[in-house]
């Protein structure tokens, strides 16, 4: 064992320029875990010389890293921008991984001679996408809500059926007519936690006087967590309960609601760069040679084939528009689960998983570059784009417990209705006022006359009994303006 010095500065460089590498796939439209997977191929046995190949524990690291990934998807996820999509979503998480999984099994049977259930495990192990890989290119350029959601959601949700498909084919047991009823009682007891559980945490959550502001993204991490143990111990999907239950959680009225999702955020980039590198130290560039030909194949299937055909089947009864079927078909990157679930089937000593391994490295690298590159241009060519939304509006919760009241802090963003309301003109609940503004760095206590502008930051004091509904009020007119009340307007 090196010594604990060596380990922790290691591990700190590592951090530091996965931080950094964020920035330079920012600027060049790349997705930044080719640069985390360069980071541990550089580390690793080829050329610094640092040899790790147990895969029983890369597996196992990586499905941890998978569960804090998908913790952050859920929490920071908006309900009201993926509702529009849900079905969309669902579908493309479970109808397209069916369809998905049928067209490279039969083809790889037939082009590369496996052996069917070999032929249909690689097809399982390739049918997941990456949203971490989709959205770090699509920053800046902008595609419809729906769009957005659609691939936020199938990305959210579709590892779960995923890795039952990979259980499934990778052991020796055979697949009787039972079968499809436990995927379908997984699944279904894998959502029923975790809404429990989501509802549950967001209840306790609230009613709790913690004694710092920090616990609070802790303990809502660990409700995440737990579900995802909830899941597995009660033989359904744990991932998916994880993904659910943040989900509930993120959008719920929860305390420091804006701390808990930023601390979610940092635990989710944490998790990507360690997965990344350590799946790049796992990997071994003497093998991939060999792994060039069959994944070529496996890719055409794929990206001309097995994508397009899965969205057709997936999103057409959904009535949406062939440009925006061809944009998800094109959209459908890979990027760390397939390379973990590659892993299970190894671990799980299914024939030629070694192969495989290698096949969805290589995979993962050429279709990131090919395209990851392309997607920004793909998008603008069909016509898929939209003018950038202005940004959401930041409203951020803490409870005064020994006043009954809220402290509510808003952040007035760029392209806000709220740009130019007099404060009088927002009609508050009564029990609700603003006690102090902070602009350009300077505080002062208003009063009805005065008039906000874009980047003020607000302080709300209220009532326990009025907190949702002055939240409310304030999103209101931040969609519709001081004609909130009449407009009916939908808060973004």
Not at 293 to 300: D, Q, S
Not at 392 to 414: F, K, S, T
Request: aromatic letters at 6%.
């Amino acid at each position: 064992m090196p010594d604990l010095e060596t380990v922790l500065g290691v591990a700190a460089a590592v951090v530091l320029i996965g931080v950094l590498a964020v920035r330079v796939s920012v600027r060049v439209g790349l997705p930044s875990l080719l640069l985390y997977l360069g980071i541990g191929v550089l580390l690793g046995e080829s050329v610094l010389g640092i040899e790790f190949s147990d895969a029983l524990l890369t597996e196992s690291i990586g499905l941890a890293a998978l569960v804090l990934i998908l913790i952050e998807g859920g929490l920071t996820t908006r309900w009201d921008a993926v509702r529009p999509s849900l079905g969309v979503g669902i579908a493309l998480s479970t109808v397209a991984v069916v369809v998905s999984i049928g067209v490279v099994g039969v083809s790889l049977h037939v082009l590369l001679d496996l052996e069917w259930r070999t032929a249909f495990l690689w097809g399982a192990v390739l049918s997941s996408t990456d949203a971490a890989a989709v959205f770090s290119v699509l920053r800046g350029v902008g595609v419809s809500r729906r769009l957005a959601g659609a691939l936020e959601l199938e990305s959210g949700m579709n590892d779960a059926p995923v890795v039952l498909a990979v259980l499934l084919l990778a052991a020796a047991d055979p697949i009787t007519w039972l079968t499809p009823v436990l995927v379908v009682y997984e699944l279904g007891a894998g959502a029923a936690i975790g809404v429990l559980l989501g509802l549950g945490g967001a209840w306790a959550l609230r009613r709790a006087a913690l004694p710092s502001t920090g616990l609070y993204p802790l303990a809502a991490i660990a409700v995440c967590v737990l579900a995802y143990s909830g899941g597995q111990f009660a033989h359904a999907s744990g991932l998916l309960a994880t993904y659910v239950c943040a989900l509930v959680l993120g959008n719920s009225d929860l305390p420091h609601r804006g701390g808990v999702q930023s601390f979610a955020e940092g635990t989710g980039w944490l998790a990507q760069i360690g997965l990344f590198v350590l799946l790049g130290l796992y990997a071994s560039p003497g093998r991939l040679l060999d792994a060039v030909a069959p994944a070529a194949v496996a890719g055409l299937v794929l990206v001309l084939a097995a994508r397009p055909l899965s969205v057709l089947v997936a999103a057409t009864p959904f009535r949406v528009p062939w440009r925006e079927q061809a944009f998800l078909s094109w959209a459908g990157l890979r990027g760390a689960v397939p390379i973990v679930l590659a892993l299970i089937a190894l671990t799980e000593g299914a024939p030629g998983a070694g192969m495989l391994v290698d096949v969805v490295f290589v995979l993962v690298v050429v279709l990131t570059l090919v395209q990851g590159t392309t997607l920004p241009a793909v998008a603008r060519l069909l016509g898929v784009t939209q003018a950038v939304d202005a940004q959401r509006i930041e409203v951020d919760a803490a409870p005064l417990d020994e006043l009954g009241a809220d402290l509510i802090q808003v952040r007035v963003p760029v392209g806000s209705r709220l740009q130019g309301v007099y404060l009088r003109e927002l009609r508050l609940p009564v029990g609700a006022t603003v006690s102090l503004v902070v602009r350009r760095g300077e505080a002062f206590t208003p009063d009805g006359g005065t008039r906000l502008r874009e980047r003020d930051q607000l302080l709300v004091v209220a009532t326990s009994g009025v907190r949702q509904a002055t939240e409310a009020r304030i999103r209101a007119v931040d969609a519709g303006g001081r004609l909130a009340r009449w407009r009916g307007s939908t808060p973004r």
